[in-house]
Each structure stands twice: as C-alpha cells, then as structure tokens.
C-alpha cells in the first residue's frame, strides 16, 4: 500500500487533470462546438430526414456517453480486480489524445474532394469527437478510483479540488495559445485566411494531453502483477455484482446517487452545450466565445476552494444544496437570455459553482463508501456510469427538445427540472460514512 497524503503523488495524480482538461475545455467546450456549426450545414441531410447541426452535436455527445456507460463496469470491474488501473489509464489517454490529432482532419467540405458529400465529412468530425469523448471519459474512471489510494478521508475534499484547480490552470494555459493563434495567426505564422489555426488547436490538445499525461503515469502506483486481461472477465462481472449487493444496502449512497444522476444530467449539458446556444443564439463569434470560456475558468478556481471550504465548515450536504439552488437559477436565468451582457452574467455564475459541484461530487461519493473498500474502481463504476447516462439524458432531451421546437431556450428550460429532482433527492441524504449512519438512515 503506498503511503497516504504524500505530497509528489497527489501533486502527480492532479497533472492528470492539467492534462486531460485540456481536451475538456479546448475541444469539448470552447473550440470544437463554433467550429462544428460554422463547417456544418444548419441541416444536415440524414437521409429520409434532416436534422440540425446543433441537434446532431448534442446526440453525439450521448452516443459517446451511452458506449462508455456500457463498458465503464465491465472495465472497471476488470481493472480493480486485475489491479490495472494504469493501464487502462493509459490505454483511453492514448485513444483519446489521438482522436484529438485525427480532428485535424475535419474542415469545410471546398477544401476536399468534391466528390465527397458533406454528410461524410461531417462523419469524419462526428467520430473523431466521439472518439475522443470516449478516450477522456473511460480515463476519468479510473483516475477517479485512484483517490482513496492516494489520500485519507479528510484529506478528500481538498485533493479533490486540487484535481480540478489544476485542470483547469492548465487547460486555461493551453486555451490562451490557441485564442492568440486563432486570434492572430499571423504571430505564428500562420494564414489569416481558413481555420489551419483552428485545426491545428485540435493537434495542441492532443499532444497536451498525451504528454502531461506522463507526469502521473510514473509516479502513481504501479499496476499489480495478475492474470492476462482475457482471463479476468467473468471475474470483473462478479465483482460489479459483489459491488452491487453493497450499494444497494446503502440508502444513503443510493440516495446520493440517485440525486447525483439528475443534477449531473444538468450541469454537463450547461457545461457541453453553452458555447453552441452563444453561437446560434445569440450570434457570438469564436474569439469571443473562448475569451468569455477563458474567463469561466479563471473564476472557477477560486470557487471549487471556495466550496470545499464552505463543506468543511457547514458539511457537504450543506454546500452541494447550495450549489444545486444556484444552478437552478442560473437555467431559469437562462431562459431569459436574449443580449450578450445577459449571457456574460450566466457564464460568470457557472464559472462560480462549476468547480465546486463537480469537486464536491467526487469527494463526497468517496466519503459514502464503506470503511476499508479495496475495490475502488468498481465502486467508482457506479459512479462514473450514473454521470455517463446522466450526460446521455441530458444532451438527449436537450438535442431532442431543440429538434422539435426549433430553438434552444425551451431546452435550456428543461434542464430545471433535473436539478430541482436532485435537489430533492439530496435532502433526504445523510452525508457521512456510510457504516457510521446506517441506523440514522431515514
């Protein structure tokens, strides 16, 4: 067992952060939605129907959530019980990273052969996203699971915001580079004319996140020597329903869950779809959007400390209803939106408390799990396929709601309800260790 609170090991296991945020934050979130809808058609022919470009991003995303919701137990199942962690780690880092570099790939279709139609080439941005949609997710898995390994109990809260404070320092460096490069292409030597500048941002990432990514590969501890992969199948299915017969006694980790799934369903769609309802809605250009994204973050650091301070004073339970009565606003604010100064205000507000869910999420699941847990990952399964189908749902409604009434402020609308459900869900929820409140549960 590796020593606990070791600074150098949860310094490393935070680079991982630096890391693989860049993808979540350039591609996902500033760069890669304006440039989708501006290659894109604003329908695009499917066939025997159309759909809309927005419409057609939103339900990729759920596509890419619903295939690692699916395989997400099966890995983690194999990992904790193989004891491959790392591996896997490394394994979607890898995957992700390189769909991040094949994004170079995706550009307007005058640029191409003018033969291929414009549905393949939106295939070809469609999939690479998907790809590396699924490369940052299925890693998340398991970096999540490594925090109980590395940190005691009362040190979860700040580790866990340290994670998220480091990803989004470094994911804020990455984005300023290629605002300036998009911005002023000339300054690298660049053509002002295209989007090489924009495509090239694609590879920065990809390289970004494959290479910081080593930092945490050396130091973090070593995968334990087991059985081929192949072997351990069936063994990581029964330890998923080992974990499952634990969960399920649980009420208070099940409460947990439950609400974690609807409040999640809403905040990563706020966080994945922002930058396209700025774009069509509200008309704003790129450079601005990732000025506005570049701001969002910068404000998220101090609130993800600012949080999990407030948890450590007034509780966890106290500080996530909190969040989850802000996010509420912040869509009913939403739907209002019509002028830029309006959706500042919004994107301000969701810098603040963005950190602090996601932050305060992950370290209070790790304060529900039984004392002595050995197989994190497989727990952290549940957690992690919860917030997948959370995304799913999400985009889901959000896409679905948009492609039948023809604008995105009723989506946005839609998305109170998932909060109000988790939030009512929260309160039934007794936030410490679970086998110290099993007599206290409701």
């Given at each position: 067992m590796p020593t606990l609170n070791n600074p150098r090991t949860i310094r490393a296991w935070a680079f991982f952060d630096?890391?693989?945020?860049?993808?979540?934050?350039?591609?996902?979130?500033?760069?890669?939605?304006?440039?989708y809808s501006q290659i894109t058609?604003?329908?695009?022919?499917?066939?025997?129907?159309?759909?809309?470009?927005?419409?057609?991003?939103?339900?990729?995303?759920?596509?890419?959530?619903?295939?690692?919701?699916?395989?997400?137990?099966f890995l983690s199942g194999i990992a904790d019980y193989g004891g491959k962690k790392k591996?896997?780690?490394?394994?979607?880092?890898?995957?992700?990273?390189?769909?991040?570099?094949?994004?170079?790939?995706?550009?307007?279709?005058?640029?191409?052969d003018p033969n291929i139609q414009p549905l393949s080439q939106v295939l070809v941005g469609t999939i690479s996203f998907m790809l590396a949609t699924i490369g940052f997710a299925g890693a998340l898995v398991f970096y999540n699971a490594f925090l109980p390994e590395i940190a005691t109990e009362d040190q979860y809260d700040r580790v866990s915001a340290k994670g998220f404070s480091f990803g989004y320092f470094g994911s804020v460096i990455l984005l300023v580079v290629c605002l300036l490069a998009i911005s002023f292409p000339q300054w690298f030597g660049l053509p002002e004319e295209g989007a090489l500048a924009v495509r090239l941002s694609f590879v920065a990432v990809g390289l970004w996140w494959l290479g910081f990514a080593q930092i945490p590969f050396r130091q973090l501890p070593a995968d334990k020597p087991d059985q081929p992969i192949a072997k351990l199948i069936t063994k990581g299915y029964r330890e998923l329903r080992k974990t499952w017969k634990i969960v399920r006694k649980e009420a208070n980790m099940l409460g947990f869950l439950a609400s974690f799934f609807f409040y999640s369903a809403g905040v990563q769609t706020v966080l994945f779809l922002a930058a396209t309802f700025a774009e069509e809605e509200l008309d704003f250009q790129p450079e601005r959007l990732i000025l506005i994204i570049l701001v969002l973050q910068l404000v998220a650091i101090p609130g993800a400390f600012t949080f999990a301070r407030l948890s450590e004073k007034r509780g966890n339970k106290f500080a996530l209803v909190t969040l989850l009565l802000i996010w509420s606003v912040i869509c009913i604010g939403a739907y209002f939106v019509e002028t830029d100064k309006q959706f500042y205000v919004i994107a301000a507000s969701v810098g603040l408390v963005m950190g602090g869910i996601q932050s305060l999420s992950r370290s209070t699941y790790s304060k529900l799990m039984p004392e002595g847990t050995q197989d994190t990952a497989s727990f952290f399964s549940f957690y992690d396929i919860l917030e997948k189908l959370a995304i799913v749902l999400g985009t889901f409604t959000f896409g679905f709601i948009e492609q039948i009434t023809g604008g995105m402020h009723n989506s946005i609308l839609a998305?109170?309800?998932?909060?109000?459900?988790?939030l009512v869900l929260l309160i039934t929820v007794r936030i410490k260790h679970s086998v110290e409140t099993e007599e206290a549960v409701p």
């Open positions: 630096w890391a693989n945020s860049s993808y979540a934050l350039v591609i996902a979130v500033a760069i890669f939605p304006a440039y058609s604003a329908e695009i022919n499917m066939g025997s129907f159309s759909i809309s470009s927005s419409g057609l991003h939103a339900f990729s995303i759920s596509g890419a959530y619903l295939l690692i919701a699916l395989f997400s137990p591996w896997f780690m490394r394994f979607f880092t890898t995957m992700g990273s390189l769909a991040c570099i094949s994004m170079f790939f995706f550009t307007a279709h005058a640029n191409l998305l109170v309800f998932f909060f109000l459900v988790g």
